[in-house]
């Protein structure tokens, strides 16, 4: 089974609008962490935003937010007031705490946002 | 955040030569650093682990003789694609992490293979 599931292969966005990436996940270790990346087309992998399996509250960075549903093993990212910018890949990813140091990353959703 | 370089960006080498990558952490020292392969528009495909002073753990299917990865100290490690092809050509990137389990990843900038 894919640790890792992305299900929207291209979004698209308005300007200043708010957009929802989907990403679920699949585990059975206690113990996890979350992560978004951005991959713009130079290619790097820029961090946005980490939730840990732990954690009580959504996380949040700047215009980034994790809607963590733990029950349903879902961790979406939503971009408000998206920008130009934000035209990108964004590729959820987890790493279980039991069995090592694996990164699992998902398909990525391109975005792409609309002026 | 914590910086990793990568270099080169780029590489054009011809088929049957060797290409070594570098991966570098600026600013912390690395326990584990991994090394990715990606396709056009495909996500990330782990090709090893490797921990520093350890042998790199290889992903099924990935030939270890090919990609010869060495893990020196806390702050680099090396791939080396040995007799590259055609085949070889795609981007390669690497990722290095601090101790903790819930750290992030912090990615170098990626290298651009051309194999002709």
């Known amino acids: 089974a894919q640790k890792i599931t992305q299900t929207q292969p291209g979004m698209f966005v308005q300007e200043k609008e708010a957009v929802t990436l989907d990403c679920t996940y699949d585990?059975?270790?206690?113990?996890?962490?979350l992560f978004w990346y951005k991959q713009p087309s130079s290619g790097e992998m820029i961090f946005l935003i980490y939730q840990g399996s732990y954690d009580q509250q959504n996380a949040t960075e700047g215009r980034y937010s994790l809607n963590f549903q733990k029950a349903r093993k879902s961790a979406n990212l939503v971009i408000s007031a998206s920008q130009l910018g934000d035209s990108a890949m964004y590729f959820c990813?987890?790493?279980?705490?039991?069995?090592?140091?694996?990164?699992?990353f998902g398909t990525g959703t391109s975005l792409t946002v609309i002026p | 955040g914590a910086v990793v370089s990568q270099h080169p960006s780029w590489v054009i080498c011809k088929s049957g030569t060797s290409v070594k990558i570098e991966c570098r952490s600026l600013?912390?020292?690395?326990?584990?650093m991994f090394w990715y392969r990606q396709f056009p528009k495909q996500s990330l495909m782990l090709m090893a682990t490797?921990?520093?002073?350890?042998?790199?753990?290889?992903e099924q299917g990935v030939e270890k003789d090919k990609f010869l990865i060495n893990h020196a100290s806390l702050t680099l490690s090396t791939l080396t694609v040995t007799s590259a092809h055609p085949e070889d050509s795609s981007f390669y990137i690497c990722?290095?992490?601090?101790?903790?389990?819930?750290?992030?990843?912090?990615f170098g900038q990626g290298t651009r293979l051309t194999v002709v």
């Open positions: 490797s921990n520093e002073g350890s042998k790199a753990t290889y």
């Open positions: 990813a987890m790493r279980e705490g039991g069995t090592g140091n694996q990164f699992y």
């Open positions: 600013d912390f020292q690395a326990t584990t």
């Open positions: 585990t059975s270790d206690p113990s996890y962490g």
């Open positions: 990722s290095a992490t601090r101790a903790g389990w819930v750290t992030e990843a912090f």
